[in-house]
């Protein structure tokens, strides 16, 4: 007989640990009938297309792949030759959490830049800037940023447009990885398509599995002109899903009757109610503001194996004692109470 766990059935560690949103799992099996041509060419691909094509614009082109390192791989090597460089911070996702798949697939050097709060300034892309037209220096050729950051803050959109205003006056570009895209997106009550490519930005990766789905992502292209080889790219670095239609019927679901933004929102609002909860716990300290679905907290060394006990979570910066802890959209208000009780536990001396 399989023993029975006393941990808690949901966790704090990653929206990644959640399960799949019911409204997408029917649209998953709404998509399990009969055969459809394999690849894209089909009715639920199409349908899937024109939903983003509601939410981001008429003219934008999107494609779909497995997950996000494929989308911002592949989004960046659109954008670059190896002789290029990226400039992006030094917890970016794709500095500190592909394995150098960016560089390995791109040929081009990611270059890491101090941050403020989870995001990088323009001053410090100013700083970065040099070396331009020099045979002997990898020329910089795209920002990248990632909304929500990985301090679980929101860039403003004067932050984004002054860093898209000075990646498009220098022959440059402006990569979004948006994992969490939807949790910065109704931060700031903004739609989708004004948090992004009305903002400035030239290629996102659009996340669903941090919202919701069951596995798949998207690259945005809000410049057509940019998405001429990415059939090839895509193919090229296998990331073309044969039975596409099972990630599409994934994507039409998130983005129809509002799915997207009351996923991201109950999440968000969890994660308020998280920090609410722990700002009662004087041992602790929450690091960065919450602005999204993630909260940030320094805490006592002795407290994690306690907490780690009954709850799987993430160190983040390991000698300063912070961790993080997520909500996702099936976070409940229980959940967020138990947990803080069993945290205020743990940090008494």
Not at 106 to 113: A, D, E, V, W
Not at 326 to 332: G, K, N, R, V
Request: hydrophobic share 40%.
């Amino acid at each position: 007989m399989p023993q029975v766990s006393s941990k808690p059935t949901r966790n704090f560690a990653s929206d990644n640990n959640a399960g799949v949103h019911p409204e997408v799992l029917e649209a998953i099996a709404r998509a399990n009938q009969g055969h459809v041509v394999a690849y894209g060419d089909d009715p639920y691909t199409r349908s899937a297309i024109a939903k983003f094509e509601e939410h981001f614009g008429p003219d934008i082109a999107v494609f779909f792949t497995f997950n996000g390192t494929g989308a911002n791989v592949l989004g960046l090597q659109s954008l670059n030759r190896s002789y290029h460089a990226v400039l992006c911070s030094e917890f970016a996702h794709i500095y500190t959490d592909e394995c150098g798949a960016p560089e390995k697939h791109t040929g081009c050097k990611l270059i890491p830049l101090p941050h403020q709060d989870g995001k990088i300034t323009l001053d410090s892309v100013r700083h970065a800037f040099h070396g331009i037209g020099d045979q002997h220096h990898v020329q910089a050729h795209v920002i990248s940023i990632t909304q929500s950051t990985e301090m679980g803050t929101v860039y403003q959109p004067e932050e984004i447009q002054s860093l898209a205003q000075f990646a498009h006056e220098h022959e440059m570009f402006l990569h979004m990885d948006g994992a969490r895209i939807a949790n910065a997106a109704v931060s700031l009550g903004q739609t989708l398509r004004r948090a992004t490519g009305d903002l400035g930005v030239d290629v996102l990766s659009f996340g669903g599995t941090k919202n919701g789905i069951m596995g798949g992502e998207a690259v945005v292209f809000f410049n057509p002109k940019l998405r001429t080889d990415f059939l090839y790219l895509r193919k090229q670095g296998m990331q073309l899903a044969s039975k596409m239609r099972f990630i599409a019927a994934q994507f039409e679901a998130l983005l129809s009757n509002g799915l997207w933004q009351r996923s991201a929102e109950h999440a968000n609002r969890m994660a308020r109610l998280l920090e609410a909860e722990l700002r009662r716990i004087p041992q602790i300290k929450i690091v960065w503001k919450v602005e999204a679905n993630g909260v940030f907290v320094q805490i006592p060394r002795h407290a994690i194996q306690k907490i780690k006990d009954r709850y799987f979570f993430y160190m983040w910066i390991e000698e300063e004692c912070i961790v993080r802890w997520m909500c996702s959209f099936d976070t409940t208000e229980e959940d967020v109470k138990d947990f803080a009780k069993v945290v205020a536990e743990a940090v008494q001396a």
